[in-house]
Antibody
């Protein structure tokens, strides 16, 4: 059974940092493009970043470029999102998703507030 | 960036009746490999999104056959042949052809 389990969310002050993790199981992690998608409270879905299977290519939505870094560890079947210089508008549930959305985790809530 | 526009944004439907959601993209979604990466997702209240349809018309495993997708180029449609109570939620189209991938605004389906 495919499972994606996010962790690392929480309350952080504006300008602060947070590192999200996603533990994958039930499939060959190294064979899939992986993504972070977020959903602000009561709002729609926004694709944040993705990373190719070997980590050689990474893409970010403009609003997070220079602040967020996506990475992966294929030996540990894990995906990460390092978030720096956080802003109130980054407040959202962050989902880890496989491929073009075939599987999703349950999400982890990030709240940026003083 | 590719803009995905859904209509309607609110869809009240009587149980057992059909429903249809339209999705238009601002650019063609045909990828260089010949595939069209247009997916449909369902998000039930309090749950993560779940993919229903991939590459325009392919149902994911476990998705009831009352759900169907169609379209090409820039115009796409999700149809539910007979709405059931468990179909309540928000439906999103999503393009995975051009980066950044993007979603439509969402269509809220409710029972009349």
């Amino acid at each position: 059974e495919v499972q994606l389990v996010e962790s690392g969310g929480g309350l952080v002050q504006p300008g602060g940092s947070l590192r999200l993790s996603c533990a994958a199981s039930g499939f060959t992690f190294r064979s899939y493009l992986m993504n972070w998608v977020r959903q602000a409270p009561g709002k729609g879905l926004e694709w944040v970043a993705n990373i190719k299977q070997d980590g050689s290519e990474k893409y970010y939505v403009d609003s997070v470029k220079g602040r967020f870094t996506i990475s992966r560890d294929n030996a540990r079947n894990s995906l990460y999102l390092q978030m720096n210089s956080l802003r109130a508008e980054d407040t959202a549930v962050y989902y880890c998703a496989r491929g073009r959305g075939s599987y999703w985790g349950q999400g982890t809530l990030v709240t940026v507030s003083s | 960036d590719v803009v995905m526009t859904q209509s309607p944004l609110s869809l009240p439907v009587t149980l057992g009746q059909p429903a249809s959601i339209s999705c238009r993209s601002s650019q063609s979604l045909v990828y260089s490999d010949g595939n069209t990466y247009l997916n449909w997702f369902q998000q039930r209240p309090g749950q993560s999104p779940r993919r229903l349809i991939y590459k325009v018309s392919n149902r994911d495993s476990g998705v009831p056959d009352r759900f169907s997708g169609s379209g090409s180029g820039t115009d796409f449609t999700l149809k539910i042949s007979r709405v059931e109570a468990e179909d309540v939620g928000i439906y999103y189209c999503m393009q995975g052809t051009h980066w950044p991938y993007s979603f439509g605004q969402g269509t809220k389906l409710e029972i009349k």
